[in-house]
Nanobody, 119 residues
């Protein structure tokens, strides 16, 4: 099993910045891809950004140029630096990882952290 714990959410004004963190813990696992998704009220969960163990990144078009995903492989931690925040970025942000656990590929989700951007 892998547990994901997010932190860093909160309320910020339009144009402000926040940094989200997500730490993976457990036993007998290897983290492969890590990513951030978000879900606004009444909407489907959507991809924000992903990063592979080799550092290859992928961003949703809506956040490209404003958000930066990074990771610390030694600490099994992924970060999301969010700049120039807009009201439409208001969502619950979820950490996700694809991991190999005891030889099996598995996906895990964190419980989410709320980001509110106010005008």
């Amino acid at each position: 099993q892998v547990q994901l714990v997010e932190s860093g959410g909160g309320q910020v004004e339009v144009g402000g910045s926040l940094r989200l963190s997500c730490v993976a813990s457990g036993s007998n696992f290897i983290i492969n891809v890590m990513g951030w998704y978000r879900q606004a009220p009444g909407k489907q969960r959507e991809l924000v950004a992903t990063i592979t163990s080799g550092g290859n990144t992928n961003y949703a078009r809506s956040v490209k140029g404003r958000f930066t995903i990074s990771r610390d492989n030694a600490e099994n931690t992924v970060y999301l630096q969010m700049n120039s925040l807009k009201p439409e970025d208001t969502s619950v942000y979820y950490c996700n990882t694809g991991a190999t656990v005891n030889g099996y590929g598995m996906y895990y989700w964190g419980k989410g952290t709320l980001v509110t951007v106010s005008s």
